[in-house]
């Protein structure tokens, strides 16, 4: 079955960059859409962005400028490369997939467990 395994979370200050990976296994790598999600303590989960199987990207306006989503499909692995992180973007961050080129939750299947991301002032 599709497994969506999420690593590279952690604690950093503000200004400071993480690199997050997404490990898929269970299914042909780029048969499906690829997103990143985001869920902060009392909030709904947020589309942060979205590539393609030929690698067209879209993000967030709050995150525009400052991520980057990138793929390897010989790794089979997702990324998300974040810079001068800020302290509002500390969540969970969710890895997902899905049949739709989309920052839109409602358009994925699979989902990895998360990460954490907390950024400090």
């Known amino acids: 079955q599709v497994q969506l395994v999420e690593s590279g979370g952690g604690s950093v200050q503000a200004g400071g960059s993480l690199r997050l990976s997404c490990a898929a296994s269970?299914?042909?790598?780029?048969?499906?859409?690829m997103g990143w999600f985001r869920q902060a303590p009392g909030k709904e989960r947020e589309g942060v962005a979205t590539?393609?199987?030929?690698?067209?990207?879209a993000v967030a306006d709050s995150v525009k400028g400052r991520f980057t989503i990138s793929q390897d499909y010989a790794k089979n692995t997702l990324y998300l490369q974040m810079n001068s992180l800020k302290p509002e973007d500390t969540a969970m961050y969710y890895c997902?997939?899905?049949?739709?080129?989309?920052?839109?939750?409602?358009?994925?299947?699979?989902w990895g467990q998360g990460t954490q991301v907390t950024v400090s002032s």
């Open positions: 997902a997939a899905g049949w739709s080129w989309s920052l839109v939750e409602a358009n994925y299947k699979y």
């Open positions: 269970g299914y042909t790598y780029g048969s499906l859409y």
């Open positions: 590539i393609d199987r030929g690698g067209t990207t």
